[in-house]
């Protein structure tokens, strides 16, 4: 586990990121390229450990059933304009996905 050189002082609050979880660059060859077939080490989008994400089978399901409807409906679905990420502070995600059929 790589340890950072920072002096904590009394009363500093400490962040945990989760939302960079996928996107470490020791761990990523391509750490901020979307890829779904990445394969290799473990993604952590469902977390880790003790508090894994309890849903994960139910969020899988969901996305297995409803992205090939989606993609045979709109088979000429792209994005058409830069994705706006939400400004929040542990889960990373979208704020607007703005896209075109
Ligand atoms: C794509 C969809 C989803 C993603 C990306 C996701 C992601 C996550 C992540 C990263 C955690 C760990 C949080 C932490 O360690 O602090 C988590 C926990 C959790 N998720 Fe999800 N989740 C999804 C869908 C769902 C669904 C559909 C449900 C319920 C039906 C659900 C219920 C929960 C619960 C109850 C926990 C807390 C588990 C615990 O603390 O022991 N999630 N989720």
Do not use: T, W
Not at 63 to 68: C, D, G, N, Q
Request: negative net charge.
């Amino acid at each position: 586990m790589r340890v950072f050189d920072h002096d904590f002082k009394r009363g500093d609050s400490v962040g945990l990121m989760l939302a960079a979880a996928n996107r470490d660059p020791e761990r990523y060859e391509n750490p901020n390229q979307f890829d779904v077939a990445r394969g290799g080490v473990g993604q952590l989008g469902f977390g880790a450990g003790l508090h894994f994400c309890i849903g994960a089978p139910l969020a899988r399901l969901e996305m297995a059933i409803a992205l090939p409807i989606l993609f045979e409906r709109f088979p000429d679905l792209e994005i058409s304009e830069q994705p706006v990420y939400a400004n929040r502070y542990h889960f990373h995600g979208l704020e607007k996905l703005m896209v075109q059929v």
